[in-house]
């Protein structure tokens, strides 16, 4: 047996499925199938062309495979046998490689239950009548050229899921990749954005057909398997050295810990102080690393850039009479920052687990625990959504000073503005509660195939809240949103959410019996 048929057998077996048994796999390849089709079903989209089913397929696949890469190169930088395995006598990008090919073998059984979702997808809406069907030959071709895209694009998308470990240490290199990493991973979404996933031509470049995929998926072999590999060496060089360490501290009053990428100081006075509650300790720990995070020279050109971008795009949107335009950007921003904190959250569970035991010998609940946590995710996507909602309303207010708009008008946008931000603080304290429902599901294995969805979910959540909700055709004609929408998901969905808290809090120590990467076979 070959060096690396050994390591691909090796990083293999940490998520193989095989050890839940027979019948717990079949359920899990069958939840995910049938969830696959229902969401399909009642996404809008979905009724306007027979390609859409399989773009959908596309992009889902493109997220999951990302975000399963992704959450596999943290897991292994905060595990303890990282240092085993770079002591092996091969070189990082061999044992890279090798990780490569193991999670290539994980997303190929993925995509074959998302294409199998998508042709029942498909199948249910012929039978409704949404569409006119495809001859047996013009469906062959369709699944064929979608099949052939999703396999050539799916080691970049595994490439660009590891290369998330290039951002984990603060250094020029992730300031210099960061904008184009992000633009490079959210461009099939931009795409879908410009030709419509609605389209349905007759020509064979038209965007979406299957002549299109097939010129599509020689340019990703072109032009992505060459970018795929600088980046695998670019991560073997530098991402692999990227980690978080213990360190002692070399202050008698207090101790110290690098706590992911920052290093947080807890006085042993702090507990003692009477104004200081054990939520709030907890809280400032966690909330140490994140204004560290946010003193990146990245995030900082962000935090600059971004607001007046928003507000001349308001500016000017307002001034042109496409309001609508307006709104689609800001609900699809404010769907981003939804994607971005269940990321965050999910990565979290994984990079904090090395710190778990530190953390749980404080003398405190684990419900303050948990909870602290989510709070500084909740608060720090709220603080990212106010500022997109304010500098939207300034270019709106700036438009009305300088007369390009009627006060009715503006006052209509800014009624959905406020609307749509509502909505997505509603959404996002919703998506939070669900995903800790993470530390629950571990306390039987049978349960874990319940996380897949929430999981998806939440990566997926800003899509599908945007595919969901759609805008009235004019705004100036005096529709105003329907306010009982939030009125409903406040006194139904937030206390259900909620409920997931207490539930995950119980069961937080068990993340401790669960090593990040799998136990090896």
Not at 351 to 375: D, T
Request: hydrophobic share 55%; aromatic share 12%; net charge positive.
């Amino acid at each position: 047996m070959s060096a690396m048929k050994t390591l691909v057998r090796l990083e293999y077996s940490r998520y193989n499925l095989s050890r839940l048994g027979k019948y717990s796999r079949l359920l899990t390849a069958l939840i995910l199938v049938i969830g696959t089709v229902l969401i399909g079903i009642y996404l809008p989209g979905s009724r306007s062309s027979e390609r859409i089913p399989f773009i959908y397929a596309a992009l889902l696949v493109w997220s999951a495979v990302t975000a399963l890469s992704a959450v596999s190169i943290v897991s292994f930088m905060n595990a303890g046998s990282r240092d085993w395995m770079l002591s092996f006598p091969h070189s990082r990008l061999k044992l890279l490689y090798a990780k490569m090919i193991s999670l290539l073998g994980h997303s190929l059984q993925l995509t074959l239950a998302v294409l199998l979702a998508a042709v029942m997808l498909y199948l249910h809406s012929v039978r409704s009548g949404w569409y006119p069907p495809l001859s047996m030959a013009e469906l062959l071709y369709l699944v064929a050229a979608y099949t052939l895209f999703i396999l050539i694009f799916l080691p970049l998308a595994v490439v660009f899921g590891l290369a998330i470990s290039l951002f984990l240490h603060p250094g020029k290199l992730a300031l210099l990749l960061f904008i184009p990493y992000t633009a490079l991973w959210m461009s099939p979404f931009i795409a879908d954005g410009i030709y419509g996933t609605g389209y349905s031509g007759a020509q064979a470049a038209a965007p979406g057909s299957p002549g299109f995929m097939l010129y599509a998926s020689l340019a990703v072999a072109a032009a992505g398997w060459p970018l795929g590999h600088l980046l695998m060496l670019l991560v073997a060089a530098r991402g692999l050295g990227a980690e978080g360490q213990e360190v002692p501290s070399s202050n008698p009053s207090g101790t110290s810990r690098r706590f992911g990428s920052g290093t947080l100081r807890i006085s042993r006075n702090a507990g003692l102080q009477k104004d200081t509650s054990t939520f709030m300790m907890l809280y400032r720990l966690y909330a140490g690393r994140t204004r560290r995070t946010e003193k990146h020279p990245a995030v900082l050109s962000l935090k600059l850039a971004v607001p007046p971008m928003v507000a001349a795009g308001a500016y000017f949107g307002i001034t042109s009479n496409v309001e609508s335009v307006v709104l689609s950007l800001m609900r699809s921003l404010f769907g981003l920052v939804i994607t971005f904190s269940s990321v965050w959250v999910l990565l979290r569970s994984s990079s904090e687990r090395k710190q778990l035991p530190w953390l749980l010998s404080f003398p405190q609940s684990r419900l303050a625990l948990l909870l602290s946590g989510v709070a500084v995710v909740w608060t720090t996507a709220i603080r990212i959504m106010g500022i997109l909602l304010l500098s939207a309303v300034a270019g709106s207010v700036a438009a009305l000073i300088a007369g390009q708009t009627g006060l009715q008008d503006w006052s209509h946008t800014l009624i959905w503005l406020l609307y749509f931000f509502l909505f997505y603080v509603l959404a996002l304290t919703v998506m939070l509660c669900l995903l800790q429902l993470e530390y629950y599901t571990m306390k039987a294995p049978v349960l874990g195939i319940l996380m897949f969805p929430v999981s998806l979910l939440g990566l997926m959540g800003g899509v599908f809240l945007n595919k969901f909700f759609s805008l009235p055709a004019e705004l100036h004609t005096g529709i105003l949103p329907d306010w009982s929408i939030l009125g409903w998901i406040a006194l139904i969905g937030l206390p259900a959410a909620l409920c997931c808290i207490p539930a995950g809090a119980r069961y937080y120590h068990l993340s401790l019996s669960r090593p990040a990467g799998k136990k090896q076979a």
